[in-house]
């Protein structure tokens, strides 16, 4: 399999909208909003609901594009972590919070489209060399919405690994995907 041609470019999409550039952030939604969409849902477990935050995603990453870092992380990451913390904050306020099963990760997955299976298949190889636990408090943590705290009882694991293995799993996730 051969690298698409023209590969979307998030970071130059992110500073066109900076710029005020519609078709920049049309690119975005084109390219993420189905995806953001699953994250929203899972975590809140509403259609409608989802759809209302991945909305108010966009508006916020059309306002502040302009303090997007590439120093701190990816910007496909950024887009991903905005929609997240608008779900979590719906969730914090009405304490309705879904987990996401092994199986829906699967899925998600699955139902990529070939252009971006590409870098889906990276970023799987880069999570495959992690520890199935420290994978799994991941996937807790971006997928399921789930707390520090949540995760070490639900793993029975204390807080303090929880977090030294959050913060060196995505540390080992840059280096890899670098």
């Given at each position: 399999?051969?690298?698409?041609?023209?590969?979307?470019?998030?970071?130059?999409?992110?500073?066109?909208?900076?710029?005020?550039?519609?078709?920049?952030?049309?690119?975005?939604?084109?390219?993420?909003?189905?995806?953001?969409?699953?994250?929203a849902?899972?975590?809140?477990?509403?259609?409608?609901?989802?759809?209302?935050?991945?909305?108010?995603?966009?508006?916020?990453?059309?306002?502040?594009?302009?303090?997007?870092?590439?120093?701190?992380?990816?910007?496909?990451?950024?887009?991903?972590?905005?929609?997240?913390?608008?779900?979590?904050?719906?969730?914090?306020?009405?304490?309705?919070?879904?987990?996401?099963?092994?199986?829906?990760?699967?899925?998600?997955?699955?139902?990529?489209?070939?252009?971006?299976?590409?870098?889906?298949?990276?970023?799987?190889?880069?999570?495959?060399?992690?520890?199935?636990?420290?994978?799994?408090?991941?996937?807790?943590?971006?997928?399921?919405?789930?707390?520090?705290?949540?995760?070490?009882?639900?793993?029975?694991?204390?807080?303090?690994?929880?977090?030294?293995?959050?913060?060196?799993?995505?540390?080992?996730?840059r280096?890899?995907?670098?």
């Amino acid at each position: 399999m051969s690298l698409p041609e023209n590969p979307f470019d998030y970071d130059l999409a992110l500073q066109g909208c900076a710029r005020g550039d519609r078709r920049a952030l049309q690119g975005l939604y084109e390219h993420e909003g189905g995806r953001l969409l699953a994250v929203a849902k899972r975590i809140v477990g509403d259609t409608a609901l989802a759809e209302d935050i991945v909305h108010d995603a966009f508006v916020r990453i059309w306002t502040r594009a302009a303090s997007f870092d590439p120093q701190r992380g990816s910007a496909r990451g950024w887009l991903f972590s905005v929609t997240r913390h608008l779900a979590l904050n719906h969730v914090r306020r009405h304490e309705r919070l879904q987990p996401l099963a092994d199986q829906d990760i699967d899925a998600m997955v699955a139902d990529e489209p070939a252009g971006l299976a590409i870098g889906g298949a990276r970023i799987d190889g880069c999570l495959e060399q992690l520890e199935p636990l420290r994978r799994q408090c991941l996937y807790h943590a971006y997928l399921d919405g789930y707390s520090h705290a949540e995760i070490a009882h639900k793993l029975d694991t204390p807080l303090g690994t929880v977090k030294a293995w959050i913060k060196r799993s995505l540390a080992a996730l840059r280096e890899c995907m670098a």
